[in-house]
T-cell receptor, first 115, second 111 residues
């Protein structure tokens, strides 16, 4: 079974530039998550999709971050414009549903450096 | 969200058992206890979860205290590949089933 795919793996941009990350979840998984992981901290949930609808985006900085999940499969996360503090690893995860016993499967992440 | 407390770091020797503790004194009756781990430069991976009874799988065992205010992840024979950050997470309907990660425990395995 193929895992969660993410691209690119690494990205370096200057502040105020825009960047986009792509995620392809495990086939058949209805729930997709984007996390931000700053160095030395645990991942923080940014947004959760159930199929192509948003379930939770309470921690997404909506003035600069946006995400979409077209057709309930692939997803993109965009930052525009980027700030220095956005330097982090962006992780995508997916699960069959969203319940207290579901396993989340994580991709390898995209490491973003903002200069 | 219900909070968990874990030691910042622990050290073990290869092929010895490892007991990773987690305190969760404010756990609610319907919260599941999940453990994930994150190997260097990888995304987190699921290890095990439980509600009240002890659980075993091919990766580890989970021992849950009778009052559910603490739990212990047990790696029966640590290998170098087990060196990772281990996260203990409470997951329930009150938090919309979110995984809320803390800082976890950094496990170092010595050869």
């Amino acid at each position: 079974e193929a895992g969660v795919a993410q691209s690119p793996r690494y990205k370096i941009i200057e502040k105020r530039q825009s960047v986009a990350f792509w995620c392809n979840p495990i086939s058949g998984h209805a729930t997709l998550y984007w996390y931000q992981q700053i160095l030395g901290q645990g991942p923080k949930l940014l947004i959760q999709f159930q199929n192509n609808g948003v379930v939770d985006d309470s921690q997404l900085p909506k003035d600069r971050f946006s995400a979409e999940r077209l057709k309930g499969v692939d997803s993109t996360l965009k930052i525009q414009p980027a700030k220095l503090e956005d330097s982090a690893v962006y992780l995508c995860a997916s699960s069959l549903e969203s319940r207290d016993t579901d396993t989340q499967y994580f991709g390898p992440g995209t490491r973003l450096t903002v200069l | 969200d219900a909070k968990t407390t874990q030691p910042n770091s622990m050290e073990s020797n290869e092929e010895e058992p490892v007991h990773l503790p987690c305190n969760h004194s404010t756990i609610s009756g319907t919260d599941y206890i999940h453990w994930y781990r994150q190997l260097p430069s990888q995304g987190p991976e699921y290890v095990i979860h439980g509600l009240t009874s002890n659980v075993n799988n091919r990766m580890a065992s989970l021992a849950i205290a009778e009052d559910r205010k603490s739990s212990t992840l047990i790696l029966h024979r640590a290998t170098l590949r087990d060196a990772a950050v281990y996260y203990c997470i409470l997951r329930g309907g009150g938090s919309n089933y979110k995984l809320t990660f803390g800082k976890g425990t950094l496990l170092t395995v010595n050869p």
